[in-house]
């Protein structure tokens, strides 16, 4: 264990400050896209992940929003990179 270490120490020595901030940016990358494997929808944004849409005028009467298809929620950007979010 402790030559690990030294291994992971003598690299990070190495490492110039662009090194650094690619390395750092890839991590936050597939922090990204796991975070679309685990949670892939949010909010709509038109109906604010309430389905319906209530009229102005007569305020009883509703219709589905149409930009999600009366769900509340829709697919994040990127989400589609995964298999099971192709359709």
Same mark, same amino acid.
């Given at each position: @264990?402790?030559? +690990? +270490? !030294?291994?992971?120490? &003598?690299?990070? *020595? ?13 991590? @936050?990358?597939? *922090?990204?896209?796991? &975070?679309? +494997?685990?949670?892939?929808? !949010?909010? $709509? %944004? &038109? $109906?604010?992940?309430?389905? #319906? &849409?209530? /009229?102005?005028? *007569? ?5 589905? $929003?149409?930009?999600?298809? /009366? !769900? %509340? #929620?829709?697919?994040?950007? %990127? *989400? #589609?990179?995964?298999?099971?979010? #192709?359709?």
């Amino acid at each position: @264990m402790p030559f +690990l +270490l !030294t291994t992971v120490a &003598s690299v990070a *020595a190495d490492l110039s400050g662009s090194g650094i901030v690619v390395i750092v940016g890839l991590g @936050m990358l597939v *922090a990204w896209a796991v &975070s679309l +494997l685990l949670h892939p929808y !949010t909010a $709509c %944004g &038109s $109906c604010k992940g309430t389905p #319906r &849409s209530y /009229g102005s005028i *007569a305020t009883r009467s509703f219709r589905l $929003c149409p930009s999600c298809s /009366g !769900t %509340g #929620r829709r697919l994040r950007l %990127g *989400a #589609r990179i995964w298999p099971q979010n #192709r359709a």
